[in-house]
């Protein structure tokens, strides 16, 4: 069930996996020039600041700062604290579920990126104390800090939908490529969507089974996650002959914040001919035996005609929707960190509360100089992405490097984000933008699907995050 490649005189059709090995070479080489150049440059320029610093995460965002940070420091004193010895290159789980990817693609050792001169403290934080700069682990240790990098990512709260549990992911036509353990180096969610693919596809061949895939009222990292899972599983089956009744349930009221992928994302539906759209409508509940999922559906109803004002009163209005279903894949609703989200770190109130206090721009908490943020954890407008991340990285280790010698941090993060929105086999939407709108990295149409993008996503983009991204090579 692969996609054929486009023929033309440029393509050599190659295996996934000989063209991730062969793609993985240009990567590797340019880390080991790096390696072996950088260093002297490096030492000319670092700083001679000094501070223990602690970061809290094993993710990608904890990585690259942890990298970046060994080399802007002559003498870097630096812990981590992160259970995870194993890594999960979370971009990678929609293709494991779409078929192009094996897990063992996505699951590689932590212990490389964390060097000797590093302390690891292989648990995770159960508090934070930001008045006395200090910390508690879940084990019991008390740390103390100069400097404190969050990198703590999100969790995932499937408890908050009625009558579901992670043990039912997998079972009863449910499925969520979210689905994994970070701790145990596991993305059990992408493997188990593999198989509801190839679940819908089998129920196809005899009926029209009914499909929703969710997306839930809460910051998600990837928003463009639920998309992808209802594009690919209704390609996955398009490209035998076979059909599905999808609907897409969404709590927002567009398909995509920006106009012009908005209306690109509705033009990908029409070519369906198969998708219905729930907007406002936010799963609260499951009866997995009965198949059925109940949304909370907000809406608005017209008042009165207000002459005054020359306009009708807007009326919010909320009740319950039920649907049945065949197959549903579930976005849980998501949250900071918990240990972040009950302290003070977090933001006390607002649309971000609980999320990591920081300046959108320089990514240093609000009210405590000298902590900073990077990754999902992050209360800005936009960034829960790893592109994001990639981008906090050299910003947030400068302007923390100026706060450790006694200057005023003055790098600034645009917003960037990027969002691959993979519209079928073999076609990717590339929606790159800030927080002024579409930056494009390219100067091509960034609304039309391209099978370019597709390439570099499937083949291109692991190794480089890999061996670039993760050492803050780029």
Known sequence: MKPQLPEDKFHIPMSRRDALKYMT?????????????????????????????VIVGGGSGALMALARLRRALKEPQITIIAPNEKHIYQPGQIFVAAGEYAPEDIIFDNTGYIGDDVTWIKDEVATFDPEHNTLKTKGGKDIAYDYLVVAAGVSCHYDQIEGLSEELIGQHGISSVYLSNFAAGTAEGATMTHEW????????????????????????????????????????????????????AS???????????????????????????????????????????????????????????????????????????????????????????????????????????????????????NVFGIGDICGIPMGKTGGSARHHGPIMVKNLVSVMEGKKPT????????????????????????????????????AKPRWVWWAFDLYMLQPMYRYLMLNGLM
């Open 251 to 369: 709590s927002g009221e567009k398909l995509f914040a920006l106009p012009e992928i908005n209306d690109a994302l509705f033009k990908v539906q029409k070519s369906y001919n198969n998708i219905t759209n729930k907007f406002g409508h936010d799963l609260i509940r499951i009866d997995a035996e009965k198949k059925l999922a109940t949304f909370k559906h907000k809406y608005e109803v017209k008042g009165e005609y207000d002459k005054i004002l020359e306009e009708y009163e807007m009326i919010e209005k909320e009740d319950e929707v039920v649907m049945e279903y065949d197959f549903i894949h579930i976005v849980p609703p998501m949250s900071a960190a918990d240990a972040v989200a009950a302290s003070q770190l977090g933001w006390q109130k607002g649309t971000a509360q609980g999320w990591l206090e920081v300046d959108r721009e320089s990514l240093q908490h609000r009210r405590y100089p």
């Open 25 to 53: 070479l240009s990567p590797l080489a340019a880390s080991m020039l790096a390696s072996s150049s950088a260093p002297a440059s490096a030492e000319a320029s670092a700083s001679s600041a000094k501070g223990h610093i």
């Open 411 to 446: 790098e600034k993060f645009d917003g960037y984000t990027v969002c691959p929105l993979k519209v079928s086999y073999g076609e990717i939407i590339m929606a790159e933008f800030n927080y002024d709108g579409l930056a494009p990295s390219f100067p091509l149409d960034p």
């Open 197 to 248: 693919f190839k679940a819908i596809h089998e129920a196809a061949k005899t009926s029209k089974p009914r499909v929703i895939c969710t997306q839930p009222s809460t910051p998600i990292k990837c928003g463009g996650a639920p998309q992808k899972i209802l594009y690919l599983s209704d390609d996955f089956l398009r490209r035998d002959k076979l059909t599905a009744d999808f609907t897409f």
